[in-house]
């Protein structure tokens, strides 16, 4: 089929009980774990210490505030989302490169889940501004493959609009146990959307 580029939960966790080699960046993929499965909230230093094995005192070392942690972890979700598509565009053909975007998101329910936590923040000026700017990046990388492919500009963004929001809709339904239709399905059904061949 398609090329699967996921960034898993597993690759996020840190070696408890290294204390001493903890870094920041280390708090802030457990932020990002922590923030994908409860929300903003669930980003609280006391928990995330304990999971990772350490103290208060190592967070301080590394942040000033909890604000700082969550800006840290939003930032890593960013660098991930260039990463992916950095990895998607070394496919050469656009309808392949979508396939594998579609296959790749609908695999990765961590990434779905931080997006949907994020949309639900959306009142804080500083969260709603990463989130935009993630999504702003994920749908020009999607309308640069339909125009590639032919689709006129104003088409293309329309079509990526509903195909990034049926993403986050069914990936929110499959979280509340509302959706278990076989993901390709799913896939195949925006890849129509897109004007694409099925997967």
Not at 25 to 32: C, H
Not at 107 to 133: N, Q
Not at 186 to 199: K, T
Request: with cysteine; proline share 5%; aromatic share 6%.
């Amino acid at each position: 089929m398609g090329t699967t580029i996921r960034l898993r939960m597993e690759d996020w966790h840190c070696e408890v009980g290294n204390v001493s080699r903890l870094s920041a960046g280390d708090w802030a993929k457990a932020a990002l774990e922590a923030l994908a499965k409860g929300g903003l909230a669930a980003v609280a230093v006391e928990p995330i210490a304990v999971r990772l094995g350490t103290t208060k005192g190592s967070f301080y070392w590394h942040f000033r505030n909890r604000r700082a942690l969550v800006e840290a972890a939003l930032a890593l979700w960013e660098q991930d989302t260039e990463k992916v598509i950095a990895a998607l565009n070394e496919i050469a053909d656009p309808a392949r490169r979508m396939c594998a975007l579609l296959e790749n998101a609908m695999a990765d329910p961590v990434d779905a889940a931080i997006s949907f936590r994020l949309i639900s923040a959306a009142d804080d000026p500083g969260i709603a501004e990463i989130a935009r700017r993630v999504s702003e990046r994920r749908l020009a990388f999607m309308q640069a493959a339909l125009e590639e492919m032919g689709t006129p500009p104003d088409l293309a963004r329309r079509r990526v609009v509903v195909g990034y929001g049926s993403y986050l809709g069914v990936a929110a339904l499959r979280r509340l146990g509302a959706s278990d239709e076989p993901l390709t399905d799913f896939i195949d059904q925006v890849m129509a959307g897109l004007a694409l061949p099925p997967s």
